[in-house]
């Protein structure tokens, strides 16, 4: 059984730093694309970050760019999403899914009915 579990979330101030980790377990992580979303109160599901397999092809959102970084190590069936410079506006409950489509320029999360999610982690940016 295919199932991810998010890690990493907390509290704080804009400026700082977070790491997110993405376990995965019931297949080899080096089989699929895996892809970090984001959910705010109020706003639109919104794909943060990806990456594909064999190359290892990654994708950010335009919001990302720059201050967030995606990798993954297959050894530890992990992929970590590091977060640095942090807003306010990156306040969100942040998910891992697998399997993605990860394009340079776009991220498509798993078809409906297919795929597994995390249950997320929350961030909190204060400001």
């Known amino acids: 059984q295919v199932q991810l579990q998010e890690s990493g979330g907390g509290l704080v101030q804009a400026g700082g730093s977070l790491r997110l980790s993405c376990d995965a377990s019931?297949?080899?992580?080096?089989?699929?694309?895996i892809g970090w979303f984001r959910q705010a109160p109020g706003k639109e599901h919104e794909g943060v970050s990806g990456?594909?397999?064999?190359?290892?092809?990654?994708y950010y959102a335009d919001s990302a760019k720059g201050r967030f970084t995606i990798s993954r190590d297959n050894a530890k069936k992990t992929v970590y999403l590091q977060m640095n410079n942090l807003e306010p506006e990156d306040t969100a409950v942040y998910y891992c899914?697998?399997?993605?489509?990860?394009?340079?320029?776009?991220?498509?999360?798993?078809?409906?009915?297919?795929?597994?999610w995390g249950q997320g982690t929350q961030v909190t940016v204060s400001s």
């Open positions: 899914a697998a399997p993605c489509t990860v394009v340079i320029d776009k991220l498509y999360p798993p078809s409906p009915g297919f795929g597994s």
């Open positions: 990456i594909s397999v064999p190359d290892g092809t990654t």
């Open positions: 019931g297949f080899a992580l080096d089989s699929y694309a």
